[in-house]
């Protein structure tokens, strides 16, 4: 079992940043792929970004050049920067890991 917690998100102004961790239980997460999805209100969860074990990422089309993803392995922790924010960016953002989900942490953009 894993264990995934999120935390960093709150709301900011359309055009500013946030960055949001993610920090894993266990001793096998430098061999993982991380993952981050979102979910808006009344919408299917969304693939964001993902970041393997080797360091390579892929990027959603709706982020590409704006959020950008990183891992700490020493810290057992996953990051999401997210740069010039839109207000349809605003979600529910989760973090992934093989099966396991977090619990969420919230992002709200305004204009």
């Known amino acids: 079992q894993v264990q995934l917690v999120e935390s960093g998100g709150g709301s900011v102004q359309a055009g500013g940043s946030l960055r949001l961790s993610c920090r894993a239980s266990?001793?096998?997460?430098?061999?993982?792929?991380l993952a981050w999805f979102r979910q808006a209100p009344g919408e299917e969860r969304e693939f964001v970004e993902l970041?393997?074990?080797?360091?390579?990422?892929a990027y959603g089309d709706s982020v590409k050049s704006r959020f950008t993803i990183s891992r700490d392995n020493t810290k057992n922790t996953v990051y999401l920067q997210m740069n010039n924010l839109k207000r349809d960016d605003k979600a529910v953002y989760y973090c992934?890991?093989?099966?396991?989900w977090g619990q969420g942490t919230q992002v709200t953009v305004s204009s």
């Open positions: 970041l393997s074990q080797y360091n390579m990422s």
């Open positions: 266990g001793d096998t997460f430098s061999t993982k792929s």
């Open positions: 992934f890991l093989e099966q396991f």
